[in-house]
C-alpha cells in the first residue's frame, strides 16, 4: 500500500504542474513565482559589458545599460524550459522565453 501512496503523490504532482509553455509571467515578483512555481531548476546572470547580444533577450539587452545585471530563472517543464529576465535590482520579470526541448521548434537567432 505505501508504493501505492507514493506512486499516487507522483501522480499528482505531475498532473498539477503549470503549464508555462503559453502562459506569461511577466510583471510577477520573485515572491509570487516562488509561492507559485516554487525555486527555479537554475539562476543564472550576466552583466552587459557589450552592446550587442542575440537571442531572446536582445530587446531587452538593447534596453540595459553598460554594467546593468540580467539575472535569468529557468523553470523546468514536460516539453521543454521557461526562462525569466530580471534587469538589474529589479524583482519582477521584465522578459521571457520558452526553449522547446524539440529544437526544431525553437527560433534560429
Not at 509571467?25 to 520573485?30: D, N
Not at 536582445?58 to 545585471?69: A, I, P, Y
Request: charged share 25%.
Amino acid at each position: 500500500m505505501r508504493v501505492a501512496s507514493i506512486g499516487l503523490v507522483v501522480l499528482l504532482a505531475c498532473a498539477a504542474a503549470p503549464d508555462l509553455e503559453d502562459r506569461s509571467l511577466v510583471g510577477m515578483s520573485q515572491d509570487q513565482l516562488r509561492a507559485e512555481l516554487g525555486e527555479p531548476a537554475s539562476v543564472d546572470s550576466m552583466t552587459k559589458t557589450v552592446e550587442h547580444i542575440f537571442g531572446p533577450v536582445e530587446t531587452l539587452w538593447s534596453e540595459m545599460e553598460m554594467g546593468d545585471t540580467l539575472t535569468t530563472w529557468t523553470y523546468l517543464a514536460p516539453a521543454g524550459r521557461k526562462e525569466l529576465y530580471f534587469v538589474g535590482e529589479s524583482d519582477e520579470v521584465a522578459g521571457e522565453f520558452y526553449w522547446y526541448a524539440d529544437e526544431s521548434k525553437n527560433p534560429v537567432f
